[in-house]
């Protein structure tokens, strides 16, 4: 909105010019972002309590996590808050990619919202049916990746990490590959939200790597020196990740050991949605398998885990899944196994965005 109303201004204020750099704008989304998170937070969590909208902690985890009852729960309410007004306030509203990624923030939180009241406020342990939240899931994935193929301008090539010269062309299963990148993230996200600041760490970085990633495949010179898909108007995403990164930094301040508060799913599912979906649109899909690599760990973690106990009657791969229960079950304090997985998300991030030269 700002960029609308005062960018027009720059020919009286020249001071104003500076609305029309994406660099600016992302920078002051992530700053309002982190500032409206960090100042609300503590009426929020007053706000939850008062409410009783509090954790309700099963008994078969890690005997470690009976002190979390009754920590309050749903604080994504607070990130989506913050990701939506930093976006509609810095970025350009005209950017048809803004809105869509938007459109699976918002869609995604009411589904975790709904999930949350449930549990949460009406005391339905199981929430929202499974199959009915994988398919809302699937729905909106699939009209994102609907409305991105009718586009004139959308690539349906897949790009590979370190190989300049191999990009298959998918076609219409473009959409199936887009749905399924979207909603496994959307999933992992959730899967990893088990201890204090563990999804919302390598969800910062990776947005904070998705900035880098929306600004240089949406400009043209850049985008050609890399040798990478250039996504015209894809690097207003960058301001979209840079409020993702602010809000993300301003929940950690209270979600930190020992956590004030949780997002719940109204929380992971849209911030996993929302990465997906900015992946899929700048064309760097399979690079959030690498920078996402702890949330494609936690998740593949359960898979195998499960498919080994069906498999076996009983037997299992890890002391406990997802694989920061496992770590926690093998001696390490909550802190320690939390700070270990975000400088591997950082080591990852790092890599992946080396990626763009080693190609
Ligand atoms: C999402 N939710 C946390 C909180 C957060 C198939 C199976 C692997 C499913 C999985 C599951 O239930 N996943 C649901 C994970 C829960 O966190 C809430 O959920 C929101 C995120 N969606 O915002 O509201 C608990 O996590 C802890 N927590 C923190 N700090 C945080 O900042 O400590 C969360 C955020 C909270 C709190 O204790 O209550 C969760 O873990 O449920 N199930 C599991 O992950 C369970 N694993 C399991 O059953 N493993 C089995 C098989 C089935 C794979 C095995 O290994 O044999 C574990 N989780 C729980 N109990 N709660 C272990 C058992």
Same mark, same amino acid.
């Given at each position: 909105m700002l960029y609308h109303l005062l960018y027009p201004l720059h020919t009286t @204020?020249?001071? @104003?010019?500076? @609305? !029309?750099y994406i660099t600016f704008r992302t920078i002051y989304a992530s700053l309002t972002a982190l500032l409206i998170c960090w100042l609300l937070g503590p009426w929020v969590i007053r706000k939850l309590t008062k409410q009783q909208v509090l954790q309700h902690v *099963? &008994?078969?985890?890690?005997? &470690?996590?009976? &002190? #979390?009852?009754?920590t309050p729960t749903m604080g994504g309410l607070l990130i989506l808050f913050a990701i939506v007004t930093a976006t509609l306030l810095?970025? =350009?509203? &005209?950017?048809s990619f803004v809105w869509l990624v938007l459109l699976v923030v918002i869609s995604y939180g009411a589904i975790g919202f709904l999930d949350d009241y449930l549990k949460q406020? #009406? #005391?339905?342990? !199981? %929430? /929202?049916p499974g199959r009915i939240k994988i398919v809302s899931q699937v729905v909106i994935g699939l009209l994102v990746a609907g409305l991105l193929y009718t *586009?004139? =301008? @959308?690539?349906t090539h897949v790009s590979l990490p370190f190989f300049k010269q191999v990009a298959p062309d998918l076609g219409w299963a473009y959409i199936l590959f887009a749905v399924a990148v979207i909603v496994g993230t959307s999933n992992a996200v959730n899967l990893t939200d %088990? /201890? =204090?600041?563990l999804a919302i760490g390598p969800v910062t970085v990776a947005a904070a790597t998705y900035v880098v990633l929306s600004y240089v495949a949406g400009h043209m010179k850049i985008a050609q020196y890399l040798q990478i898909h250039y996504v015209a108007g894809? %690097?207003? /995403?960058a301001v979209i990740c840079g409020a993702l990164m602010g809000a993300g930094m301003g929940f950690l301040w209270y979600?930190?050991?020992?956590?004030?508060?949780f997002m719940g799913d109204v929380g992971s599912l849209p911030l996993g949605g929302a990465l997906g979906a900015v992946a899929v649109i700048t064309k760097h899909e399979i690079l959030l398998a690498l920078v996402g690599g702890i949330l494609v760990v936690e998740a593949l973690s359960v898979i195998f885990q499960v498919g080994f106990f069906k498999v076996t009657n009983g037997r299992r791969i890890?002391?406990?899944?997802?694989i920061h229960h496992h770590f926690e079950l093998k001696g390490w304090p909550e802190p320690k196994v939390i700070v270990r997985f975000w400088i591997v998300a950082i080591i990852l991030s790092l890599v992946a965005i080396s990626t763009l030269k080693l190609r």
């Open positions: @204020f020249s001071a @104003f010019n500076v @609305f !029309r *099963r &008994t078969d985890g890690p005997p &470690t996590h009976k &002190t #979390k009852t009754g810095w970025a =350009d509203l &005209t950017n406020v #009406k #005391k339905e342990s !199981r %929430g /929202l *586009r004139v =301008d @959308f690539d %088990g /201890l =204090d600041g894809s %690097g207003e /995403l979600n930190s050991y020992p956590a004030q508060i890890f002391k406990m899944a997802p």
